[in-house]
Structures are given as structure tokens and as C-alpha cells.
């Protein structure tokens, strides 16, 4: 009897995800995790699409769903990379780098688990942890603008400007139709240019 009803609820949820109608597959996904107790693969699954769709809302309970699917699989660093990204979309940088760190143990050398790290590092202050998770995600892939971007970025907080700067603009040349970096290009130059006049200021006192 449970059986059967797990497998409708998981055939109707799947439906409805197919036709695009997410939210409306979220409270039979929830029943399905509360009664999949001894199906570890199915109540992942559940918690998982919960978690992602949640994510995409931005509503925090996210978290607790992937929390969830890494207890039934702390293995899965796929599941581990999830949490750690709906930790960071709260600003629970330390959580997230904790959760960065153990998707990369799993995957070692995957460069956009070390790129997560390094962010989740800079958020929590720890630049120079930042530096060295981004120079190694750098060393794995060179030319990835959104590496580019944030070791530009942990550069410019250090107040490397002229190494940031350089870092960001070849971002903007591998990605001309992404705005987000000429975006920051001209934050970092506004920022280096206030930098430098306050400099100047104080070499005058």
C-alpha cells in the first residue's frame, strides 16, 4: 500500500515538473519525503527538487531540505555543493564554505567547487583562504570568467587594484555579451580611483 502510493506520488509529482508547474509538485514531493522513509534514493530525490526549487524562490528552508538529502547521502557532492550555495544565498558564509570544502574532499580538483569555497572564504572574511582557493580554481582553468571575476574581486579587497583590474577585464573579453563584468570593472576602477585620491589626502595631513 505504501509502496503504491509512493510510486503515484512520485509518477504525479514527476508529471507536473514536466509540464513546468514546479510549485505545484512541491506539497506532493513533501508528502513523498515524510512516507519514503525506507527509500533512501527516493526521499533524496525528493528533498533535492524541494531544495532547488525553494533555492530558486530564495526562501530559506532550502537549506533544510538539502541538509536533509546530504544526511541520507553525505557522499553525494553534488548534494554538498547545493547546500553549500543555499548557505551562501543567506549569507552563512562560514556554513558554506564548510559545505564547499567537503564537495571538494569528494571531487578533488573540481575547479567550480574550489571558485565556491574561495567566495564562501571571502564572505566570511578570510581573504588570503579566498586567495589561495581562487588561484587554484585559476590554475585548473584559466580562462573561466567568473574565476577571473572573483579573484579579482578578493585582489581588490586586499587592495591589489592594478592586478584586479586586469583580471576582471580579461573577464570581460572572454564574456563581451555577460554585463556583469564590465559591471564590476567599473565598481573596481570607482573604487581604486576613491583608494588612491584618499591616499593622496592622507600623504597631505
Known amino acids: 500500500m505504501i509502496v503504491d502510493l509512493k510510486m503515484e506520488l512520485l509518477a504525479r509529482a514527476k508529471a507536473r515538473m514536466e509540464r513546468g508547474d514546479y510549485d505545484d509538485a512541491l506539497p506532493l514531493l513533501e508528502r513523498l519525503a515524510r512516507i519514503a522513509r525506507d527509500d533512501g534514493e527516493t526521499m533524496k530525490f525528493a528533498h533535492v527538487t524541494i531544495g532547488a526549487r525553494l533555492y530558486e524562490l530564495g526562501d530559506a528552508r532550502a537549506v533544510e531540505h ?86 579579482g574581486q578578493v585582489l581588490a579587497a586586499k587592495g591589489r587594484w592594478e592586478e584586479a583590474l586586469r583580471l576582471v577585464r580579461r573577464a570581460v573579453v572572454l564574456a563581451p555579451g555577460e554585463p556583469i563584468f564590465q559591471e564590476v570593472v567599473e565598481e573596481l576602477q570607482h573604487l581604486s580611483d576613491v583608494d588612491r585620491i584618499a591616499k593622496r589626502l592622507d600623504r597631505k595631513r
Open 66 to 151: 538539502f541538509r536533509a538529502a546530504a544526511a541520507i547521502s553525505p557522499k553525494d557532492d553534488r548534494v554538498r555543493y547545493c547546500l553549500g550555495h543555499a548557505h551562501l544565498d543567506r549569507e552563512q558564509y562560514a556554513e558554506a564554505a564548510v559545505q564547499f570544502g567537503e564537495a571538494l574532499a569528494l571531487e578533488p580538483g573540481n575547479a567550480e567547487y574550489l571558485r565556491s569555497w574561495g567566495v564562501a572564504l571571502a564572505g566570511a572574511s578570510d581573504l588570503d583562504g579566498a586567495l589561495a582557493k581562487l588561484r587554484a580554481a585559476q590554475r585548473i582553468q584559466p580562462d573561466e570568467p567568473h574565476v577571473l571575476k572573483d579573484l
